[in-house]
């Protein structure tokens, strides 16, 4: 069983879809939340938002962010350098989400290279767009 919760931060309706989606894979995910910056956000409004999502407990949390540079990950990095229990990596994509969700045990290092490994390896361009430009 996953012993820490997720949030899914990001820009709009993607949090929020990524979840719905990767619930349809999955079924019902427990203990994890989506937390999209809405456009009449501000980053403290957001950071509300966001410390409502991680919960004031004790466990741990991954924060999964949209996009680098962008208001949900800076907002979600400044609280994760405040507390040792966050977790936050941004560029995250469905399938990170999805073996985060599935996850057995604690949030540590080896989990980190996993999910990071699982997103990168899930961005390829297939042979015959490679074929296509080399043309």
Do not use: K, W
């Not at 956000?41 to 962008?70: E, N, Q």
């Amino acid at each position: 069983m996953r012993a820490f919760r997720i949030v899914i931060a990001g820009h709009g309706a993607l949090p929020a879809a990524l979840l719905a989606t990767a619930e349809l894979i999955c079924g019902p995910i427990a203990d994890i939340a989506a937390a999209g910056l809405q456009p009449t956000d501000s980053p403290d409004r957001y950071a509300d938002t966001l410390r409502t999502a991680i919960g004031r407990d004790h466990r741990r949390v991954l924060v999964l962010c949209d996009l680098l540079g962008g208001t949900p990950f800076n907002v979600a990095s400044a609280i994760a350098r405040r507390s040792p229990r966050i977790v936050c990596l941004a560029g995250m994509n469905l399938a990170m989400a999805i073996e985060a969700a599935l996850a057995d045990g604690d949030l540590d290092d080896a989990l980190v290279e996993r999910l990071l490994e699982v997103g990168r390896g899930g961005i390829v361009e297939t042979e015959r767009h490679r074929a296509r430009r080399a043309s």
